[in-house]
Structure formats: structure tokens, C-alpha cells
């Protein structure tokens, strides 16, 4: 109840003076709020949806925005260049100046869960999402061929389109879970499979040179590596996992077109102050003993996580974290990157970061009740080390199941704030996708 209270108590002065706070909405079509900002920012232009309040200056100068939240040492830093109140974009940031291409195959399952809505006005919502960009995620090779489909599609759209997608398929993946166990194991000639279904995936880009690639790397594996070593399948495949995401970097690499973002977890898996330097030294030898890959552009974090990128208080959960939101593990992790000679550069998932405060451990990562659509996807992001906000998971596809009995069990999608019934990883979640649309923050 006090945080509740201490939540309004700070955000009540921007609905009293109808400003929106830093980084919030100040404009987009169907937008009914405040289109001035408070003090020290300034309304970007997003997307014909989204127009966000951005750290930076209307003078045209460049300024230094520091805000220190007074339960922790932490602050969070902008530093803002031009009237456009957002961050100078970082040299060879991937996505300036490409459009980024809309994934059918979400779109297509957006189009038939609007077909199950029947208030016109969610309806309305939900049908906007299609046209928010997502990652197109490829679990499966079977799933392989579809990319030279879309690549062959962004290609027709004209110059400078740039496809985002996933690379997700590790023998014994996901160690630590079960939820997201993949196809290929191990002890069944997994490695030479995985090495298949990369050279497949190259295959596939080879033939569309013109086509930008943006690519997240394994999703949880590294981080696995770094924290879960004592769970029995973690240690077992740590070898392995190196092998196969130094193949993949390495084959990626040749193209020229694919630009790679390695997957750091989130603030409360290696942010906290004791996984900062064990994972900055895992991140740089797998970099330097892959001959440092010069596609290889930094690190994506949060991926399918509901972590804010700037938390307005801490939540509750995280207490004990000094790096209690993406921003500040980022500004922690970043400084040891560079020293140890990684690329420093980063993307940040935010499609499930509308609502915070709403998990019971920092743990909990399956359906979690009451998540809603986040910040939408820019390079307008207010800190040069954050190349983009994107969205890499798609809403309303579910985490894992609740079934106890199903063979991808994971217990985490049975917890009290796990939406509840699910069904199998992957498989869409009707009732979850509604909710993601009615909480989103900003709305749609």
C-alpha cells in the first residue's frame, strides 16, 4: 500500500501541471493525454502511434540529465545532442536509417485473435500491434526457409529494410528450464545439427546482400553459463554452447549484412554487482577467441522479460540490486565490457514492460499477470549506449504451459502470478495477448 501511495505521490504533479513525466507518451494518433513534457524534456516524434518525452534540451545544446533515486546510489544518465531530446545515435547503430520490416507471421496471428475480440474499441488496439515491429523468432529448422520468404518480401518493399530475427535453437537448450527445451540434444549429434541449421540460416541471407539483418543471439544460454553452472545440464552443455554460438558469430560474420546482439539476460539475472565481471569476461573471451567478428555490434538484454528500461522507484523485488532496472545493469555491465574489449552497444526488449511491480520474486518470467505492451520500438533512446527499444518477444505468445503433466513443463508457469490456464511455449495465449493490449503503458 505505501509504495501504491508513494507511486501517485510522484507521478501526480505532471497530471496536475498536464505534462507527461520523462518517458512518457506526449502524443500519437488516437492519443488523448499530455502533449507537454515535464521539465528537462522534450515530445519526440516515434512512429504515427507514439510521440515520447525524451531527456534533452529545446535550446539545441547539449545537456546532462541525472536523476538519483533517493532508496539507491544508482542514478540514471542521458546524455542528450540537438532539439530532438534524444541521444546522438551511436556510430554504426544498425537501425539508423532502415525500415524495419513487420512480421507476417505475427501479424497473422494478431489478425486471428482480432477475429475473438468483441469490444470494438480493444478490438481496435489489438489490430494496431500488427503493425509494430517484432522479431521473427527461428526455434526450429524446419522454420528455416520462411527467412528467405521475408527477406525476399523486405527486399520487394524497397532500400534500406532491415528484418530482425532470432537465432534460437542450441542443443539442450535453455538449461536451467523446461519450458523452451528445443529440438536437438546433445548426446544426439547435436552439435553437427546445430552447425546445420546455422549454415541454413546463412544460406538463406546469402541470397538478399541488400537486406539488413538485426539477429539476437541464443536467448538465455550465455547467462545460463555465467550463474547456472551448478544445475547438472548447464554444465554439461557449457562446452557445447560455446562451440555452437562461436560457429554461429563466425558463419553470420562472413555475410557483411547481419548484425548481431549477443543475449545478456536482464538486471536481475547478471545485473546484480557479483555476475557484472564474470559475465563481462565471459562475453569477451567468447568475442576474442571467435577472432572478434566485426558484425558482432554488442548485447540484447531483457529478451521476453518484463524489466523497465527506467524504472520510475524500484520495485519491491528487486531489493538488494543496485542495478534494479535495464538502464543501470547496463551502465554497470557496459565499463567492463570495454575494458575487456567487447563492443558496448545494446538493445533492450520492452514489449512486456508496460506494468511494473507486478511479480512476486525477479525470478518469475512465465505469463506474468497483469503485463502489459511497453514502450514502443526506437532509436530515440535516450542513452548512446542503447542503440534501440525494440520488442524481440511477441506478445501473446505464451512462456510455457501450466499443464503439470505436459512434457515442457516448467513450475514457474504455475506460480500465483502466472496467468493461468497456458498452454504449450510458443502457442498463443488468447487471454494473455487481450491483457497485454488493454494494460499497455503507453496506451494503444
Known amino acids: 500500500m505505501l509504495s501504491s501511495v508513494l507511486a501517485l505521490l510522484a507521478v501526480a504533479p505532471f497530471f496536475v501541471n498536464a505534462q507527461s513525466p520523462v518517458y512518457g507518451q506526449c502524443g500519437g494518433q488516437g492519443y488523448t493525454g499530455p502533449t507537454t513534457c515535464a521539465s528537462g524534456s522534450t515530445c519526440v516524434y516515434s512512429n504515427p502511434y ?7 534540451s529545446q535550446t539545441g545544446s547539449t545537456t546532462t540529465t541525472t536523476t538519483t533515486h533517493s532508496s539507491s546510489s544508482s542514478s540514471h544518465t542521458t546524455t542528450s545532442t540537438g532539439s530532438t531530446g534524444s541521444s546522438t545515435p551511436a556510430a554504426g547503430n544498425p537501425y539508423t536509417g532502415y525500415t524495419v520490416f513487420n512480421s507476417p507471421y505475427y501479424a497473422s496471428e494478431i489478425a486471428a485473435a482480432v477475429e ?18 517484432t522479431f521473427i523468432w527461428f526455434d526450429q529448422v524446419a522454420k528455416v526457409p520462411q527467412l528467405g520468404t521475408y527477406l525476399a518480401a523486405a527486399q520487394a518493399q524497397g532500400s534500406k529494410s532491415l528484418v530482425q530475427i532470432v537465432v534460437y535453437d542450441l542443443p539442450d537448450r535453455d538449461c536451467a528450464a523446461a519450458a523452451s527445451n528445443g529440438e536437438f540434444t546433445i548426446q544426439d549429434n547435436g552439435q553437427a545439427n546445430y552447425e546445420n541449421y546455422i549454415d541454413q540460416i546463412v544460406a538463406q541471407i546469402k541470397q538478399y546482400p541488400d537486406v539488413r539483418v538485426v539477429a539476437v543471439i541464443e536467448p538465455d544460454s550465455l547467462a545460463n ?9 548447464c554444465s554439461a552443455a557449457q562446452t557445447t554452447y560455446i562451440a555452437c554460438i562461436t560457429y554461429a558469430i563466425q558463419q553470420l560474420n562472413t555475410l557483411g549484412n547481419v548484425y ?13 554487482p557479483a555476475n557484472l565481471q564474470p559475465a563481462a569476461n565471459l562475453f569477451s573471451s567468447l568475442y576474442k577467441n571467435a577472432n572478434s567478428p566485426s558484425m558482432v555490434r554488442g548485447l540484447a538484454t531483457n529478451v521476453a522479460n518484463y524489466n523497465a528500461l527506467v524504472a520510475s522507484s524500484p520495485d519491491p523485488i528487486t531489493q538488494g540490486n543496485p ?13 567492463l565490457l570495454e575494458s575487456a574489449g567487447f563492443p558496448a552497444q545494446f538493445i533492450v526488449d520492452q514489449g512486456r514492460s508496460g506494468v511494473q511491480n507486478i511479480r512476486s520474486q525477479w525470478g518469475d518470467w512465465c505469463n506474468v499477470k497483469g ?15 542503447v542503440d534501440a527499444i525494440v520488442w524481440v518477444k511477441p506478445g501473446g505468445e505464451c512462456d510455457g504451459t501450466s499443464n503439470s503433466s505436459a512434457p515442457r513443463y516448467d513450475y514457474h508457469c504455475s506460480l500465483s502470478d502466472a496467468d493461468q490456464p497456458s498452454p504449450q511455449a510458443g502457442t498463443w495465449f488468447q487471454e494473455y495477448f487481450v491483457t497485454l493490449v488493454t494494460a499497455a503503458n503507453p496506451a494503444l
Open 225 to 233: 553459463l555465467v550463474t547456472n553452472l551448478s544445475v547438472a545440464e
Open 371 to 385: 503485463a502489459g505492451f511497453g514502450t514502443r520500438p526506437t532509436t530515440n533512446t535516450g542513452y548512446s549506449q
Open 50 to 56: 507514439y510521440s515520447q518525452c525524451l531527456p534533452g
Open 116 to 133: 475473438n475480440i468483441t469490444d470494438a474499441t480493444t478490438k481496435s488496439k489489438a489490430s494496431s500491434v500488427a503493425d509494430i515491429p
Open 323 to 335: 542495478n534494479y532496472d535495464e538502464i543501470l545493469y547496463i551502465q554497470a555491465l557496459a565499463p
Open 260 to 272: 548481431m546482439y549477443l543475449d545478456a539476460g536482464h538486471a536481475g539475472w547478471l545485473g546484480w
